[in-house]
């Protein structure tokens, strides 16, 4: 009896719980339960202590140059300054940026950043073809009611070949998995030694950034091809090859002890290849628009449409899907970290 | 010469708090013996939590999590220990402090410690 009067309430504690980021949960909600006096001085120190645990969890480990990266992409996609000839106004596209980047570091702090299973994975294929076949029957429907094209017909049959894209995913997604599934065994090998870990993690770090900086130019170079005319979609894929080059060269300044150094990069990193998740996909998001949904909806053929709505929730799957298993992975080696001996 | 590095005054009492616990520095004894430490100023927990964090980053701390306590509500705790670098960095900062100490006394002929209660 005496026990349960000293016990916060478990809704209360579950409030708090899901305030603070998921690494401070386990010590700093042990703490409050250990000098727990009642409801309100429990909520008078959560009050006290949530904020401050937050702040510093989201400034410790924000990546500045990925949110930049990430921000100009999104302002970019949108439309801003109208440097596409389509999109938003300027402060609403500032706005969109500001909300986007707030959501990514709130995903970063309160999400669960495990690797997906192998059901939750192959179930959001299946969600997405059904998204798919979604999109294509709204894009016919109202196509239906303007009916007119000697092709409609034949268009209409090529619709129900859409749903054979879920065979498709399934196996890009199941490849995925398995990927990332060897990674993770080798690193479960072994027992933990901490300057081995980060050795091999900065040498796979720096050889993944050259390859890639290389990439990036190349498509950089490549993008308005794909993307349309205008530099800002490959001044981001320069300046971001730049970036990573930069990484590579310059060593960090600072007064980190190596378990500071390695949590810290194995954090920006992870906001990194979120970002590079994402501008990978964009090109050919902006060639799906280009080539096929703007040109049907200004043909009236609402099979382009339907390709071209198609084309782009599979690849959002998809880089979500590679997005997941990284950040997965990542989080496994933080994970290794904090167990890992002090 | 190896390089010193430099603590904040709220950093070196959260220090000094680890370093008088011993074995038995975590959160909850580490905030209270800051606020004996820091008295008769008020110092939130999420102060000091904030601090135990910038400290374990710049390799000054350590700190492991504990077996899952019952009274915690099944929860572990976190402990923290200095490392060698962290007492290295609190000693000087104590040195610095003797020698502030010492200046100000000869320059204002003497300097009587005001007990705080």
Known sequence: MEDAALTPPALLEWAVERLLPVPARESVLGDLSEVYRGPWQYLREAAATVPRVAAGHAWRNANFPALGLNGALIWFCLGGLR???????????????????????????????????GARAIKGAIWTVGLVVLLCVWNFGLRYQRIGGGDYLLEFGMLQ???????????LRTGLLLQSDRQAERLADGSFALEDEHRAFSAAVRRGNWIESAGLIATGCAAPALAGPGLWLPAIFLVTAAYLLAQNILRPAGDEGLRGCYRRQLQARRQLRHFLSWLWAAPLLMAACRLLVWPGYESGRAILVSLGSSAIVSICFLARAA?????????ERMARLEAGPA | MPEQTLLGPFEQVVLGAILSLGKNAYGVTIHARVVELSAPRGVTRGAVYATLDRLEDKGLLASWLSEPSKERGGRARRYYRLEKSGEQALRESAEAAKRLYETLARSWKGLAWKTQR
């Open chain 1, 161 to 171: 070949a859409l749903p054979f894209v879920l065979p498709v995913l399934g196996l």
């Open chain 1, 323 to 331: 997005d997941s298993e990284c950040a997965g992975l990542l989080r």
């Open chain 1, 83 to 117: 440097a596409n000839g389509r999109g938003l106004d300027t402060p609403t596209v500032a706005l969109a940026v500001a909300a986007g980047l707030a959501a990514l570091i709130l995903i970063q702090m309160y999400g669960d950043a495990g690797r997906p299973s």
